[in-house]
């Protein structure tokens, strides 16, 4: 295994994981109306596990000897919801993306190959928990069209 390479790439994980926290959390801000009940506390507690998942890379990147990096990327952020929800299933992808390569650089080191799969999984289930929310909003949404427009 590349000890430096794979460190190299924990950061980059590193950054989007920062990138998740403030994300999520300036989601759970500004989001207002009816949907505020439901998704104001499911983006907190995607915040929250970004920042679990930055914790557990943080504190690897320095048991490989590395110095973790303090830095994120830009966060997207929009008022429309649908708009959200699609930022997030693009931010899980990319999580997963970010994991799978990191798996291929742990190699032959099991206990890291464990670690990595343990987050990725996590990763995924914020891809599959994504689309079928957007399925559903979407669904939804075109309901309300149609019964407006019969009402109207
Ligand atoms: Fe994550």
Known sequence: MDTQAVI???????KHEWTGVAQYSQASFIIEGLWREVYA????DDAKESFGHAKLIGDKIVALGGVPVAQR???????NLSEVL???LAFEA???????KALELADSNRALVVFLED????????????????RDHNSKTSQLDSST???G
Do not use: P, W
Not at 8 to 14: K, P, S, T, V
Not at 94 to 100: F, G, I, L, P, R
Not at 119 to 134: A, C, M, S, W
């Open 8 to 14: 190299d790439h924990l950061n980059e994980i590193l």
């Open 149 to 151: 427009r019969k009402s």
């Open 41 to 44: 506390s499911k983006f907190e």
């Open 73 to 79: 990327n830009e966060i997207k952020q929009s008022k």
């Open 86 to 88: 699609e930022f997030s």
């Open 119 to 134: 987050i990725l999984n996590e990763e995924q289930e914020g891809v599959d928990e994504y689309t079928k929310l957007l």
């Open 94 to 100: 990319k999580a997963v993306e970010m994991y799978t």
